[in-house]
C-alpha cells in the first residue's frame, strides 16, 4: 500500500497530466476550425472591400458643394476591436468630413456634462420618420427637436453645450469629438465655408427652435458651432476608433479616458440604432441590427456593443444620404460574423 507523500505525489503528476492534454485538445480543436480571430477579422475586411468597391451606386451630396469634389471612388473599411486591435483596408487614412456621424457624439458631450435625462427633456429621443433637415418635423411634434441624431435635435444639443461664448463652446464640441478618436482633430476650413454660405436650411430651423423656445443659446452662434462640427475632418480608422470608445463601454482604448459614463451607453446607442440612419434607420436594423450612424460625407460607424467598431466610409450616398458602398460593407460584416444584436451569441 503507497504511503501517504507517494499518494500524493501520484495525484499531483494525474492532475497536472489532465491540465496538460486539457490544453492540447483545447489547442488543436482552435487549430482544427479556422484560422484565429485575428486572421479572420482581417479576412472579412478584405472581402467586404472587395465585394463593393466596384459599385456605382448613389452620388456625391452635391448639395453641400464641396462633397461634390471629393473622389467618388474612395473607400475604406476599418474594424477596431474593443482592446484597440485595427483591421483595415482601402482608404482608409483619406480624411473627410465627419458630417452627420458627429451627432451622436456630440449627444454624449450633453449626456456626460449634464445627464441622459437632460438630452431627452430639452431635446426628445424620438425618431422623425423623416428625413435629417426636415421643418416639418418641426411642427409635427411638440418637443420640436425631437432627436439629437437629426438637424434641428443636434444644433439644439449644440446649443446646450455648457459654454459661455462662442468660441468655449466650439473649443469643447471639438475637444470631445478629439477625445472619442484618441487623437486631435481638426476643422476642414474649405467644408465648413461652403457649408456655412449654403446653411439657409439649418439657420431657419435653429430660429424655429429659438422662436419655440427649443434652442439654449442664440441662434446664429448654434449654427455656426454646429457647422463646424459636421466639418470636422476625420479618417475611417479614426472613426472607427471612436466607435471602439462606446463598444467599449464608454473609455477610448487607445488612451484609456473615458468618454461617456457606463450607465449612459446603452441609451445613447439606443438612439443609435433607432435614428442613426434617418428615415432609413428600420430598414438598417431590420438587415444590419447595429446601432450605427451615417452622414452624407460617406462615412458610418456602426457598433457591436461590448466587442468592437465596423467603420467604412464611400462619398457615393444613396436618396436618404447614406453611403452605399459603406452600408453594404458592414452589413456584410454584421452578416458573416454573427453580429447582428437581435440574433444572440
Known amino acids: 500500500m503507497d504511503s501517504l507523500?507517494?499518494?500524493?505525489?501520484?495525484?499531483?503528476?494525474?492532475?497536472?497530466?489532465?491540465?496538460?492534454?486539457?490544453?492540447?485538445?483545447?489547442s488543436f480543436t482552435l487549430a482544427d476550425t479556422g484560422p484565429p480571430a485575428t486572421q479572420q477579422l482581417q479576412n472579412i475586411v478584405n472581402q467586404a472591400h472587395s465585394k463593393f468597391k466596384d459599385l456605382k451606386d448613389g452620388n456625391n451630396a452635391n448639395y453641400i458643394p464641396i462633397l461634390d469634389t471629393v473622389p467618388s471612388e474612395l473607400f475604406g473599411v476599418v474594424i477596431i476591436t474593443r482592446d484597440g486591435q485595427v483591421y483595415a483596408t482601402g482608404d482608409t487614412d483619406y480624411a473627410f468630413s465627419i458630417q452627420s456621424v458627429s451627432k451622436p457624439f456630440n449627444a454624449a458631450l450633453i449626456m456626460q456634462e449634464q445627464s441622459p435625462e437632460a438630452l431627452r427633456e430639452k431635446i426628445g429621443v424620438e425618431p422623425t420618420g423623416l428625413p435629417f433637415n426636415s421643418k416639418i418635423a418641426l411642427e409635427l411634434y411638440p418637443a420640436r427637436s425631437v432627436n439629437p441624431l437629426v438637424n434641428a435635435g443636434a444644433i439644439a444639443s449644440v446649443s446646450m453645450v455648457d459654454a459661455s461664448s462662442e468660441k468655449q463652446r466650439w473649443k469643447k464640441v471639438l475637444a470631445n469629438l478629439s477625445g472619442f478618436a484618441g487623437e486631435d482633430l481638426t476643422l476642414m476650413k474649405e467644408v465648413y465655408r461652403s457649408e456655412y454660405e449654403t446653411s439657409w436650411s439649418n439657420r431657419a430651423i435653429a430660429n424655429l427652435l429659438f422662436n419655440y423656445e427649443r434652442l439654449y443659446s442664440e441662434p446664429e452662434e448654434a449654427l455656426i458651432v454646429y457647422t463646424k462640427m459636421c466639418s470636422v475632418g476625420v479618417t475611417t480608422r479614426q472613426l472607427a476608433m471612436m466607435g471602439a470608445t462606446l463598444a467599449n463601454d464608454g473609455v477610448n482604448p487607445r488612451t484609456g479616458k473615458r468618454m461617456l459614463k457606463s450607465a449612459a451607453v446603452p441609451k445613447l446607442l439606443s438612439?443609435?440604432?433607432?435614428?442613426?440612419?434617418?428615415?432609413?434607420?428600420?430598414?438598417?436594423?431590420?438587415?444590419?441590427?447595429?446601432?450605427?450612424?451615417?452622414?452624407?460625407?460617406?462615412?458610418?460607424?456602426?457598433?457591436?456593443?461590448?466587442?468592437?467598431?465596423?467603420?467604412?466610409?464611400?462619398?457615393?450616398?444613396?436618396?436618404?444620404?447614406?453611403?452605399?458602398?459603406?452600408?453594404?460593407?458592414?452589413?456584410y460584416i454584421s452578416e458573416q460574423l454573427k453580429l447582428n444584436i437581435f440574433e444572440g451569441s
Open 5 to 26: 507523500p507517494t499518494l500524493k505525489l501520484r495525484i499531483l503528476f494525474a492532475s497536472t497530466l489532465l491540465v496538460i492534454t486539457s490544453l492540447f485538445l483545447s
Open 271 to 331: 438612439l443609435m440604432l433607432t435614428a442613426g440612419f434617418y428615415d432609413e434607420s428600420g430598414f438598417w436594423s431590420y438587415t444590419a441590427g447595429l446601432p450605427a450612424k451615417t452622414g452624407v460625407g460617406g462615412g458610418i460607424v456602426a457598433i457591436v456593443p461590448g466587442k468592437m467598431a465596423i467603420a467604412a466610409f464611400s462619398p457615393r450616398v444613396n436618396d436618404a444620404g447614406n453611403s452605399v458602398r459603406a452600408m453594404k460593407a458592414i452589413t
